[in-house]
C-alpha cells in the first residue's frame, strides 16, 4: 500500500506542477520534453540491474516501450487540444473514466474475480470521478468535438493497461526503473521530432524557465509510473483494486491540494464526489 500512495502523490504533484506553469508562464511543450528526458535520467541513474544501454533493444518488452511512448505524446497533446475546446473538465473525466478499461481487461484476461460490494465501489468510484471534476462553465460537447474525450478515454485505458501487461509478463521487478526510463526516452524522443518540425515553421526560444519546469516535473513523473508498478505486484490487492484507488484518490487529493495551494473553490457537487470517492476506496481496498 505504501506504493500505492507514493504513486498517488507524485501523481497528484503533476497536476499542482501543472497549475505552476501558467503562474510562472512556463513554456507548455518544451517543459514536457525536458520532463520525459529528466524521468529518463531518474530510472537510469536509479537502475542497479548492470544493464547496459546496447541490451537494452534486445529485451522483449523494448518495443513495447517505444509505443507507449508515442502514446504518451498523442495522448498528452490530445488532452490539451480536449482542454482547450471541451474544458479542463471534460478532459479530467474522460482521463480518470479510463480506468475501466484495465479494470474490465483483469477480469476478461487475468480471471479476477470482482464481487458485487466491489463492483459497486468501481460504479462509484466512476460517478465520483464525474462529480469532482465537473466545474461550473464547463464548455458543452457537440456531435463533430466527441471524438476527442472519447480519443482521450481510450488512449489513457490503453496506457494503463499496457503498464498493468508489462507488470504481469514482460517486465522483471528490477528492470522497472529501465523499463520506465525507456518508456520516457521514447517520449522525449517522438516529443524532440515533434519540435524540430514546429521550429522550422514558427522559431521559438526555450526559456530557461521551462527547462526548470520540465526537470521539477520529470522527477515524480517518473516515481508515478515507477511506484505504480511496484503496486501492481502488491498480492493483497488486484489490479482492478489498484488502478481503481489510484484513480480516484488522484483526483481527490489534487483536488484537496487544488484547495489548499490555490484557494480553488468546489462547489456541491465536488464536495458529494470527493465523498463518493472516499466510500468508493473504502469499499474497493476492503473488500
Known amino acids: ?16 506542477i501543472f497549475k505552476l506553469y501558467a503562474r510562472f508562464r512556463v513554456q507548455t511543450l518544451y517543459a514536457i520534453i525536458v520532463n520525459y528526458i529528466t524521468a529518463c535520467s531518474v530510472g537510469f541513474i536509479l537502475s542497479d540491474t548492470g544493464l547496459h544501454l546496447a541490451e537494452i533493444p534486445t529485451k522483449k518488452w523494448f518495443i513495447g516501450t517505444l509505443f507507449l511512448g508515442l502514446l504518451f505524446i498523442i495522448i498528452f497533446n490530445l488532452m490539451a487540444r480536449t482542454s482547450q475546446i471541451l ?3 471534460v478532459a479530467s473525466v474522460a482521463t480518470k473514466m479510463s480506468l475501466t478499461i484495465p479494470v474490465l481487461l483483469g477480469v476478461i484476461f487475468y480471471g479476477e ?6 463492483m459497486l465501489g468501481i460504479l462509484l468510484a466512476l460517478t465520483a470521478v464525474y462529480f469532482t471534476s465537473v466545474k461550473k462553465g464547463s464548455m458543452a460537447i457537440t456531435r463533430r468535438s466527441l471524438y476527442l474525450p472519447l480519443l ?19 517486465v522483471p521487478s528490477e528492470e522497472f526503473p529501465v523499463f520506465s526510463s525507456t518508456v520516457f526516452a521514447s517520449a522525449a524522443l517522438c516529443g524532440l521530432v515533434f519540435v ?11 526559456l530557461p524557465r521551462s527547462i526548470l519546469g520540465g526537470i521539477a516535473l520529470g522527477v515524480p513523473n517518473f516515481f508515478s509510473i515507477y511506484f505504480l508498478l511496484r503496486a501492481l505486484q502488491n498480492e493483497a490487492l488486484n489490479s482492478a483494486s489498484i488502478f481503481t484507488i489510484n484513480n480516484v484518490a488522484i483526483v481527490m487529493f489534487s483536488t484537496l491540494l487544488g484547495i489548499l495551494l490555490f484557494k480553488e473553490v468546489l462547489s456541491a457537487k465536488n464536495w458529494v464526489g470527493i465523498m463518493m470517492a472516499i466510500f468508493s476506496i473504502l469499499l474497493v481496498a476492503i473488500f
Open 1 to 16: 500500500m505504501i506504493d500505492l500512495a507514493l504513486s498517488i502523490l507524485c501523481s497528484s504533484l503533476i497536476f499542482v
Open 152 to 170: 482521450v478515454f481510450l488512449g489513457s485505458g490503453v496506457i494503463d493497461a499496457s503498464i498493468q501487461y508489462a507488470e504481469q509478463y514482460m
Open 87 to 89: 474544458g479542463v473538465s
Open 196 to 206: 524540430i518540425f514546429k521550429h522550422f515553421r514558427s522559431p521559438e526560444q526555450i
Open 113 to 118: 474475480d470482482l464481487g458485487p460490494l466491489k
